[in-house]
Structure formats: C-alpha cells, structure tokens
C-alpha cells in the first residue's frame, strides 16, 4: 500500500509542476503557479503601510476601491510582507479582513531590503521562491499579467 501511495505522490508532483491536471483521488485541480511581484501589489503594500501606523487595518471597509477591486493586497503574505489577524474566537467568519504590514513589510517599503521577485505557490502555501531580488523601485516595472500566472 505504501509503495502504491507514494507512487501516486510522485506522479501528482509531476502533474502539479507542469502543465496541472485533476487529482485522481478529489478530482480537484491542482498546478504550482508562479507569482510575480508587481506595482498593483506594491500600490496596495504602500497603502496598508502608511493606513496601519502600526495597527490592524481593516481592509475591506476603510481601502480604496482600487486596492480591493484589484484582489492583490492578499498575496502579499506568500512574500511575508503583510500578515492577517485570526478572526475573533467565536466568529463565524473564515477571515478577520484585518491585515497590517510585517517588519519586512515596512523595510520593502521604505526600499532598505530586496524580496523574491516571484513566488511559486501551490493550494495557497509557498513552495519556492525565486533566486530573482527586486527593490520596491524595481516592482514599478512589473504589471499583473493573469496569461502570465496560468502558462507558468
């Protein structure tokens, strides 16, 4: 049983690094995409930086249509750049909508530290990042390209 459980595994990572397909056990789709840092994102870090002061910042009632219409603020966290507050103990909801930037947040944004250009993510969880640094400067350059994000 062992052998055939880690012979399926095997070929799952090979599926999931390539092209994508289905799982044969949930039938869910499954790939690695590889994110790339870009100017939406860094907008969005910029804004959450100068609103938090330090606090938790509840995006989805106090950020500007453009920040929350562009979805992006969130992939922020596979950089390590911002963090989520856990919802209250007895909430029903999944998700506070509370963010505030991270130490290296901060540094990013005030251009004294380099990240991973890219990130490679899969069932929302880092799997890599790529060798590639870039400064806050240079993320002006990198627009979203969604045709980008599915063909790698």
Known sequence: MFEFKSKVRKEWEKTIHSEGGFCPV??????????????????SLIWLTKES??????VPNKAPRSVVSSNQLSSLKWW???????????????????????QLGLDFVANNVLVPLAVYTYNDQVEAFSNDRVSIVECFKEHFDYKDIMKN
């Open 26 to 43: 949930c039938d869910r789709w499954g790939k690695v995409y590889k994110r790339k840092l870009n100017v939406t994102m860094v907008r």
């Open 53 to 58: 002061e330090g606090a938790w910042v509840d």
């Open 80 to 102: 390590g750049l911002i963090e989520r507050q856990e919802p209250e103990p007895n909430s029903k909801k999944k998700f506070s909508g509370f963010w505030k930037p991270t």
